[in-house]
């Protein structure tokens, strides 16, 4: 990660002649900043750290290049006083920043950015419900695991729930009635299995040439052009690298020496995964007779998914694909909407069972009679 210290009077931002800037620079202008601040930029879309430098009197430059556009960006501000973060939609613009730390991220002014601007209407229509949730998280999140505050967490976790329903619906209705834009761009992407799929062509085709060629795009084009998975049905086969760095293929394991197969799709930032991957250890040997496992990481970054299995300990087959990574070709067609989230495919190569999530106990309630299974 890049460090570099910046001060008010920096105007040149570094705009090519020909048109515009070749990278993404950010002028910050923030009152209220201590000198102490430390601020960084992540992308979030490529799981890459951009750069980070520390706040000057309230100013900071920072700078990247992103390898396509738009980006959904984090500007993390960690100060003594907080540690706050600002998700930003950003191409290869010069771009300002200016506002009050107290603030921050809520009613900072952005300017310079066309997608940006966008994600600031989006925002805009959900912003009270999103304070709002905010302050009702924050003010359980340290009695969450505490009996004498069980109803006030309860009463906390209802409300949150209707906000979220709230925010849904407004959003939806901002999908359907701005399809062209990049915010519906983006809450498609991330809602495909909540509409048919004739539904989901309507309204890509609806969208622009710029919007159905950008990267967000991808993984929607993949959701039209891939059959899902079935309960009762074939697998979906998909080629990938393993651990070793060889080219294998799903069915390279599928009813290998008469077992069943566990498919773990995981993320090396996943709580629950990590906590699974502590259990799973085990498994290999409580389950030997009858189970193999492999684990699907649909972390962007090889050097992640890398990291990951030396910190878990991993000692059975992981897979990792960079295709997956930027059109998430095998979630797709197992319609993974949260990690973990295992099936079980038996040795016929049929999906018999499937499920999402980590707790003590969860995998002897859902796999449990094939312990020592000849």
Known sequence: MKKR????????????ACGGPKELVIQGNMTGLPDSAKIQLYNIDTEQDLDSTWAIGGCFQLRGILTEEPQSIWLSVSAPSASKTFVLWLGNERVKIEGDFADFPYRMAVSGSKYQDQKQVF?????QYDRERDSLVLSVIDVLDDPQHEQEVKKVSQRVSVIDQAVQKIQEEYLFAHTNTYPGLSYL?????????DTVQMLFDRMSEELQACSWAKPIRTYLET???????PFFDFEAEDQNGNRVRLSD?????????????????????????KEMR????????????????????RENWQQALKRDRVCWTSLWSAENADRRTVSIPYR????????????QGKIIHRWSGYGK??????IGWLKNKE
């Open 5 to 16: 210290l910046w001060i008010c009077v920096v105007a040149s931002l570094g705009v090519s």
């Open 123 to 127: 925002d805009a229509l959900t912003a």
């Open 189 to 197: 992407k991330f809602n495909l299995y909540a509409y048919p799929k």
């Open 227 to 233: 059959d899902r998975v079935s309960m009762d049905g």
């Open 253 to 277: 394991f599928v009813g290998k020496d008469g077992k069943y197969l566990l498919l773990d799709f995981t993320s090396a930032g996943c709580g629950p995964c990590i906590q699974a991957n």
């Open 282 to 301: 085990q498994m290999v040997d409580t389950f030997s007779d009858s189970l193999q496992i492999v684990s699907f990481s649909i972390d962007y970054s």
């Open 336 to 347: 993974v909407q949260a990690m973990p989230t295992f099936f079980v495919i038996d040795p």
């Open 361 to 366: 106990g969860k995998f002897d309630e859902e």
